[in-house]
């Protein structure tokens, strides 16, 4: 298969089959390690791209073709998308080859009686691109709902609790190409010897302005080819994601307890700023996410993190009153994250929400137990919604009143640096 039919393939596993947008990119470029440089970057782009703004192409789509986006056939409807996102965002290829390539995928994929179809929208769209209408702003829900391909619920959720500057502001930042955010393992290598050793790979790498332990990395081919990665010299992890272990303020000899740890960042990060004192037991639910955190731990050279199997939702008697700190970064529903994980905006609802909220209230409930007097339980996650944030915050703090709340940060894209994340970090008061 050529780069534009595994594109295909992808973006079917994703939005026919319901796969999660980055486990199944990782699938296929491991699969194909073997295709050159400049292929994997284009699969990338397009699978992304396409998922980013699917509802900006479909109501481009929708201006242009008699059948509506809802009535097409999964294979047509997705190669319709993914050709006008190149004629859109992918300046480097001419229109000519963009519908070319779009109908003979067609016909491979055994739609030969609808290329014709394929053909003419897309020619008709690549000589109409500078008069398509929009949404007028005056509608500002329907606007940014379009021009930033984000749910019209979720507009008009972020727009009643943040205002429709910062919605459009955050709209704005998860269209924008990022750089991989990592975590430099400083006891093992100095920030300017793993600089030198990327750049000899050919990967460009940018220093981050407020932390020295950080670096921003682009237009390298396989992270698992990167020696510095395979020898344990950085983690990926997000800003925000770093800024949970910053808050939690370890000490040397914590012992620390990870609930929901994979893939982990946060794990690793904290067995490292413990600089081989203390214990950070890492925690998850399935076996793919302990192989996950077991690699992770082998790979950092970390003795003083273990790996355990068990469920965050069943109370672990000997652990109870045993930890300095214990990191709840819990399953929720992932609306800061949607600059890496676009497909999540799409399969994400409002009742969804709610039910992860319970899940998470029922897992909190569970883990503060594990807590010493004095110590800290830090709650974490990578949404944007203040039921599952601040409203969970109050609603422990009524219940709990053991813990006192000493500090609590919601960050969103464009407004602060890295994924949108809320944190809290509650003391357990010594006298309980």
Not at 33 to 41: I, M, V
Not at 323 to 346: E, H, M, N, T
Not at 377 to 405: A, D, G, H, K, M
Request: glycine share 6%; hydrophobic share 35%.
């Amino acid at each position: 298969m050529n780069e534009r039919e595994l594109a295909l393939e992808v973006l079917l596993q994703i939005v026919k089959e319901g796969e999660f947008s980055h486990i199944a990119l990782r699938q296929v470029l491991a699969q194909y390690q073997y295709l050159e440089k400049r292929k994997r970057a284009f699969l990338t782009k397009v699978v992304e791209g396409t998922l980013e703004r699917m509802i900006e192409l479909d109501h481009v789509i929708n201006c242009f073709s008699k059948t509506s986006t809802d009535r097409m056939k999964p294979e047509i409807l997705l190669i319709l998308r993914s050709g006008v996102y190149q004629l859109f965002y992918m300046d480097s290829i001419p229109d000519s080859a963009v519908c070319n390539e779009a109908v003979k995928l067609a016909k491979r994929k055994g739609f030969a009686p609808l290329a014709g179809f394929v053909n003419g929208v897309l020619r008709n769209i690549a000589r109409h691109k500078e008069e398509i209408s929009y949404p007028d702003k005056k509608e500002i829900k329907k606007y940014i709902s379009v021009r930033y391909s984000l749910p019209e619920w979720l507009v008009d959720q972020w727009v009643k609790e943040y205002g429709a500057e910062v919605t459009e502001q955050m709209g704005q930042e998860f269209l924008k190409e990022q750089p991989l955010t990592v975590h430099i393992h400083t006891d093992r290598i100095d920030r300017q010897a793993l600089i030198a050793l990327l750049e000899q790979e050919g990967v460009c790498v940018r220093q981050d302005d407020t932390y020295a332990d950080v670096l921003y990395l682009s237009e390298y081919d396989y992270l698992g080819k990167l020696s510095g990665f395979q020898k344990g010299y950085f983690q990926v992890q997000d800003i925000s994601s770093m800024e949970v272990v910053r808050l939690a303020e370890p000490k040397e000899g914590d012992q620390v307890l990870d609930v929901c740890a994979a893939p982990g960042g946060k794990a690793v990060h904290m067995a490292q700023q413990l600089h081989g004192t203390g214990q950070v037991e890492a925690r998850d639910l399935t076996d793919y996410k302990i192989e996950q955190l077991e690699e992770n731990r082998i790979r950092n050279g970390l003795s003083n993190m273990t790996v355990k199997k068990w469920d965050a939702r069943i109370l672990d008697e000997a652990a109870v009153g045993q930890k300095d700190i214990v990191l709840a970064d819990l399953p929720c529903s992932g609306l800061g994250v949607l600059g890496r994980k676009p497909d999540l905006k799409y399969k994400m609802t409002r009742d969804m929400t709610k039910s992860l909220c319970a899940l998470q209230k029922e897992i909190l409930e569970v883990v503060r137990q594990y807590v010493k007097p004095g110590g800290k339980l830090v709650y974490s996650t990578c949404t944007i919604n203040r039921e599952e944030n601040e409203e969970n915050t109050q609603w422990f703090l009524e219940r709990f009143p053991e813990f006192e709340l000493r500090k609590q940060e919601q960050r969103l894209p464009g407004i602060h640096k890295g994924d949108g994340f809320y944190l809290a970090v509650f003391r357990k008061r010594r006298e309980a």
